[in-house]
Nanobody, 121 residues
Framework: QVRLVESGGGLVQPGGSLRLSCLAS????????MGWYRQAPGKQRELVAS???????NYAESIKGRFTISRDNAKRTVFLQMNSLNPDDSAVYYC???????????????WGEGTQVTVSS
């Protein structure tokens, strides 16, 4: 059993910042790629940013230069620092991780339940 729990969402004014965290727990042999997705009402879920176990990052064009993804492998946690937020960033943000549950398994994708980010004055 693997669990991803997000935290750090909330209401922020335009131009403000938030830092999201996602803690992975359970039967984890290794964590591969981790990432953040978001889904706004009426829209499809989209990739925001991802990071490999070695620290290589990938960002959506819409958030480049404003958001930074990082991870602490020892703590099995991935972070998303979000700066210069605007109303278009409002969405439910989901954590995603590719997890090996034992050394003979194949990676499987797990999702958190999401955390709401609302950018409004």
């Amino acid at each position: 059993q693997v669990r991803l729990v997000e935290s750090g969402g909330g209401l922020v004014q335009p131009g403000g910042s938030l830092r999201l965290s996602c803690l992975a727990s359970g039967s984890i042999f290794s964590l591969n790629d981790m990432g953040w997705y978001r889904q706004a009402p009426g829209k499809q879920r989209e990739l925001v940013a991802s990071i490999t176990s070695g620290g290589w990052t990938n960002y959506a064009e819409s958030i480049k230069g404003r958001f930074t993804i990082s991870r602490d492998n020892a703590k099995r946690t991935v972070f998303l620092q979000m700066n210069s937020l605007n109303p278009d960033d409002s969405a439910v943000y989901y954590c995603n991780a590719d997890v090996l549950t034992d050394k003979r398994s194949v990676p499987k994708a797990y999702w958190g339940e999401g955390t709401q980010v609302t950018v409004s004055s």
